[in-house]
């Protein structure tokens, strides 16, 4: 079974976010991108299901500018076998991605796809679901454990209420929670190896499909800043003022 | 000329930001504090590969070079885990093995080296003779029957109680028996457990997991297989060591700098002393820390020159010394500079600022001074007399 994974570069998690000042977006000029971490989470599921026997190839796709090239390369270095890259300098959207996504997986026919539950920049958590709608297959979303046994997939997801077990039959999309996995580190024989593995690249266009952005940003503003807190002297007292000053309870 | 990185020197330097989410500075911390070698961290470095980073494929390394290496332990240190340990062995004694060794000693110690079940150390100074490295009295006579005895005392020797080996350079030769001073050295790879072989702690004043200690040699005996590069002629070789040690560390000094510039944005931006505005916003905190930035990345630049050279099989003294000597200074100005920007939360355990000063300060005077390297630029790169 071919296992793909998609990747997407995002602005790394240590960098303080800084608006641009005529509000049109997140300053990305000269900050530090990485792999969005749900998506290393990702990769490392797909590493251990091909180091088991139960994946024969693990392939990983990004979507959007020719750097996203540095992120396949980590995805390689990790232990994914080869990359796809849809270079496009326009920007991407979830529903562009995910038709993106399943152009390639048309192409590809993998048996599987497993994509992070949401990417740190826009935290807009449709992707996965969106490609799965659109191919028509079922989905397991925010899974903490994932078994698959005779083509059969057993996940465990995170819900409100605690964990949810979900039975699925392949394909099917997953999308990966926090506690799914600790990824590794690339090691040196990885990452020497990783500069060998072929990265294959295509165009929105060849892949036939618009990704026109549907949605417009009007403005982008910092949160608000936080008030600082204060120390309440009893539980008591912490209730009362749920109550009656924040009116939560 | 270029100067991106390729993917996978790129990968490689930004290693240690990854590794620092498991071991970070505060982690690192804790043993610098208690003197003690970080084993899982170590560990990890040996299971993802690096320790053999400068070793050939064939004895189990990945056969890279100088550079990658400098970006290795530099990325490390711009995380705030310096390893002095990757200095004084995968760096000195396993790149040089890998480099003059012979195949006897490469296959005795690489690939354990590289696996991390056998750690080195490297042992030159003496209490006599540090800058003057011609003065060293250690002394390797021959045992009459085609082998060694070797006696003497080396002292600040790092992590020799840790180490299963050390790299010793020694003379087989005495000083006044040779025609040169340079002649009848000798380095070995000598079994620091073995009989005739003792230690005393040398207690550092300042946190580092790295501990530094006094080896003593009493008839050691060594056979002519521990012997790395030539019998006599350990001198020429000499360099293919210390350069790439003053090369590290200028990295690991430039890793530290950037390091501490960090917290110190990070603190000068929240700080609030007067009327309510960060005291970033005053010139006498930012400038200083934009001039040390400045001499961070110079330092760092003329580190990857060095770099460069040495790998090219090129004289590398020079820029070697250069990027030492700039890499120590801009380190103590960025963290100087940041203790002052802490105010008096500068000098606390809890903020451990300060803690970072006693490193940068040492590598002014070791592994060689300042003075020495001033010297060396003087006379050798600027031809000017000699008064010493
Ligand atoms: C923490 C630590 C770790 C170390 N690790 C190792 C190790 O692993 N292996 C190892 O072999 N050694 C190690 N050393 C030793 C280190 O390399 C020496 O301390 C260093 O080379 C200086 O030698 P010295 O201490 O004998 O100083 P000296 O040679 O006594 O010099 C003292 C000072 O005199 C001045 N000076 C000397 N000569 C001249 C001159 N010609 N012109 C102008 N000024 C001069 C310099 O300012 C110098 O700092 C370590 C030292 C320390 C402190
Ligand atoms: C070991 C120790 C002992 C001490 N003992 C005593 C004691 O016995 N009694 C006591 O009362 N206090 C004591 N102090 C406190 C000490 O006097 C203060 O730490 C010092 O005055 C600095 O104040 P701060 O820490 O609030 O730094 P901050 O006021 O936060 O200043 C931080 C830095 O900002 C910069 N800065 C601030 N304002 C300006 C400006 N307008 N322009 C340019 N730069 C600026 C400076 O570089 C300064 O170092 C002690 C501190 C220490 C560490």
Request: proline share 5%; hydrophobic share 45%.
């Given at each position: 079974?071919k296992?793909?994974?998609?990747?997407k570069?995002?602005v790394?998690?240590n960098v303080?976010?800084?608006?641009?000042?005529?509000?049109?977006g997140v300053d990305?000029?000269?900050?530090?991108?990485?792999?969005?971490?749900?998506?290393?989470?990702a990769?490392?599921?797909?590493?251990r299901?091909?180091e088991?026997g139960?994946?024969?190839e693990?392939?990983?796709?990004s979507?959007?500018?020719?750097?996203?090239?540095?992120?396949?390369?980590?995805?390689?270095?990790?232990?994914a076998?080869r990359?796809?890259?849809v270079?496009?300098?326009?920007?991407?959207?979830?529903?562009a991605?995910?038709k993106?996504?399943?152009?390639v997986?048309?192409?590809?026919?993998?048996?599987?796809?497993i994509a992070?539950?949401?990417?740190?920049?826009?935290?807009?958590n449709?992707?996965?679901q969106m490609?799965a709608?659109?191919l028509?297959?079922?989905?397991?979303?925010f899974?903490?454990k994932?078994?698959?046994?005779?083509g059969?997939?057993?996940?465990?997801?995170?819900?409100?209420g605690g964990?949810?077990t979900?039975?699925?039959?392949?394909p099917?999309?997953?999308?990966?929670?926090?506690?799914?996995?600790?990824p590794?580190f690339?090691?040196?024989?990885?990452?020497m190896?990783?500069?060998k593995?072929?990265?294959?690249?295509?165009?929105p266009?060849a892949?036939?499909?618009?990704v026109?952005?549907?949605?417009a940003?009007l403005?982008v503003?910092?949160?608000?800043?936080?008030?600082?807190?204060?120390?309440?002297?009893s539980?008591?007292e912490l209730?009362?003022?749920?109550?009656n000053?924040?009116?939560v309870? | 000329?270029?100067?991106t990185?390729?993917?996978?020197?790129?990968?490689?330097?930004?290693?240690?930001n990854?590794?620092a989410?498991?071991f970070?500075?505060?982690y690192w911390?804790?043993y610098?504090?208690k003197?003690?070698?970080p084993q899982?961290?170590?560990?990890?470095?040996a299971?993802d590969?690096?320790l053999?980073?400068?070793?050939?494929?064939e004895?189990g390394g990945?056969g890279?070079g100088?550079m990658?290496?400098?970006?290795?332990?530099?990325?490390?240190?711009n995380n705030?885990v310096?390893?002095?340990?990757?200095?004084?062995?995968?760096?000195?004694?396993m790149?040089?093995?890998a480099?003059?060794?012979?195949e006897?000693?490469?296959?005795?110690f690489?690939?354990?080296g590289c696996r991390g079940?056998?750690k080195?150390?490297?042992a030159i100074t003496e209490?006599?003779?540090?800058?003057n490295?011609m003065?060293i009295?250690t002394?390797?006579?021959?045992?009459?029957k085609g082998g060694?005895?070797?006696?003497?005392q080396?002292?600040?020797?790092?992590?020799?109680d840790?180490?299963?080996?050390a790299l010793?350079?020694?003379?087989?030769k005495?000083r006044?028996e040779v025609q040169?001073?340079?002649?009848?050295?000798?380095?070995?790879m000598?079994?620091?457990?073995?009989?005739?072989?003792?230690?005393t702690l040398?207690p550092?004043a300042?946190?580092?997991?790295e501990t530094q200690?006094q080896?003593?040699?009493?008839?050691?005996p060594?056979?002519r297989?521990?012997?790395v590069?030539?019998?006599d002629?350990?001198?020429?070789i000499l360099?293919?060591t210390?350069?790439p040690?003053?090369?590290?560390?200028?990295?690991l000094?430039?890793?530290?700098?950037?390091?501490?510039?960090?917290?110190?944005?990070?603190?000068?931006n929240?700080?609030r002393?007067f009327?309510?505005?960060?005291i970033?916003?005053?010139?006498?905190?930012q400038h200083?820390?934009?001039i040390?930035h400045t001499e961070?990345?110079?330092?760092?630049?003329?580190?990857?020159?060095?770099?460069w050279?040495f790998?090219?099989v090129?004289?590398?003294?020079?820029y070697?010394?250069m990027?030492?000597?700039?890499?120590?200074?801009a380190?103590?100005?960025?963290?100087?500079?940041?203790?002052?920007?802490?105010?008096?939360n500068?000098?606390?355990?809890?903020?451990g600022?300060?803690?970072?000063?006693?490193l940068?300060r040492?590598?002014?005077t070791?592994?060689?001074?300042?003075?020495?390297?001033?010297n060396?630029?003087?006379?050798?790169?600027l031809?000017?007399?000699r008064?010493?």
């Amino acid at each position: 079974m071919k296992i793909l994974v998609p990747v997407k570069r995002v602005v790394d998690y240590n960098v303080k976010i800084r608006v641009k000042p005529d509000g049109s977006g997140v300053d990305t000029a000269n900050v530090k991108m990485s792999m969005n971490p749900f998506d290393e989470i990702a990769v490392e599921e797909a590493i251990r299901l091909k180091e088991a026997g139960v994946a024969s190839e693990v392939v990983a796709v990004s979507c959007g500018v020719a750097q996203c090239q540095e992120t396949l390369r980590a995805a390689m270095a990790m232990g994914a076998d080869r990359g796809i890259l849809v270079q496009t300098d326009v920007e991407l959207q979830p529903l562009a991605v995910a038709k993106l996504l399943k152009a390639v997986v048309e192409k590809e026919q993998p048996g599987l796809v497993i994509a992070g539950k949401q990417a740190i920049d826009d935290d807009a958590n449709q992707t996965g679901q969106m490609l799965a709608a659109l191919l028509g297959w079922p989905q397991a979303t925010f899974a903490s454990k994932v078994v698959v046994t005779d083509g059969k997939l057993t996940v465990t997801r995170e819900v409100d209420g605690g964990l949810e077990t979900l039975e699925l039959p392949l394909p099917a999309v997953i999308t990966t929670d926090l506690r799914l996995n600790e990824p590794r580190f690339a090691t040196l024989p990885n990452i020497m190896k990783a500069k060998k593995k072929p990265i294959d690249t295509l165009t929105p266009e060849a892949l036939g499909v618009d990704v026109t952005p549907r949605l417009a940003t009007l403005k982008v503003e910092e949160p608000p800043k936080r008030k600082a807190g204060v120390m309440v002297g009893s539980v008591d007292e912490l209730i009362e003022k749920l109550r009656n000053e924040a009116k939560v309870i | 000329m270029d100067f991106t990185l390729t993917e996978e020197q790129r990968m490689i330097y930004e290693y240690g930001n990854r590794i620092a989410e498991r071991f970070d500075h505060a982690y690192w911390r804790t043993y610098a504090e208690k003197a003690e070698l970080p084993q899982e961290l170590f560990q990890q470095l040996a299971e993802d590969g690096f320790l053999g980073l400068m070793v050939p494929e064939e004895y189990g390394g990945s056969g890279l070079g100088m550079m990658e290496m400098l970006l290795l332990i530099e990325g490390l240190a711009n995380n705030g885990v310096p390893l002095l340990n990757l200095v004084v062995g995968p760096t000195m004694t396993m790149g040089l093995l890998a480099k003059h060794g012979s195949e006897e000693v490469k296959r005795r110690f690489l690939p354990p080296g590289c696996r991390g079940e056998l750690k080195y150390c490297f042992a030159i100074t003496e209490p006599n003779a540090g800058s003057n490295t011609m003065e060293i009295t250690t002394y390797a006579r021959p045992d009459g029957k085609g082998g060694f005895l070797l006696s003497g005392q080396k002292v600040f020797i790092t992590d020799a109680d840790v180490a299963d080996y050390a790299l010793v350079v020694t003379r087989t030769k005495p000083r006044q028996e040779v025609q040169k001073k340079t002649d009848g050295f000798t380095l070995f790879m000598v079994d620091l457990k073995q009989k005739g072989v003792s230690k005393t702690l040398i207690p550092i004043a300042f946190p580092l997991p790295e501990t530094q200690w006094q080896l003593f040699f009493d008839d050691v005996p060594l056979s002519r297989d521990d012997v790395v590069g030539e019998v006599d002629a350990g001198f020429r070789i000499l360099f293919d060591t210390l350069n790439p040690e003053r090369i590290t560390l200028a990295g690991l000094c430039a890793g530290i700098g950037r390091f501490a510039l960090k917290r110190a944005v990070e603190y000068a931006n929240e700080r609030r002393v007067f009327n309510n505005t960060p005291i970033g916003a005053y010139q006498g905190i930012q400038h200083p820390l934009a001039i040390a930035h400045t001499e961070i990345e110079l330092a760092s630049l003329m580190a990857r020159k060095a770099a460069w050279v040495f790998d090219e099989v090129l004289p590398a003294g020079e820029y070697s010394n250069m990027a030492k000597y700039a890499a120590a200074e801009a380190a103590i100005h960025a963290v100087d500079h940041t203790i002052q920007c802490f105010g008096g939360n500068g000098f606390t355990k809890e903020y451990g600022v300060y803690d970072l000063y006693g490193l940068v300060r040492l590598l002014r005077t070791a592994p060689i001074n300042r003075e020495m390297i001033l010297n060396y630029l003087a006379e050798h790169v600027l031809g000017l007399p000699r008064s010493y």
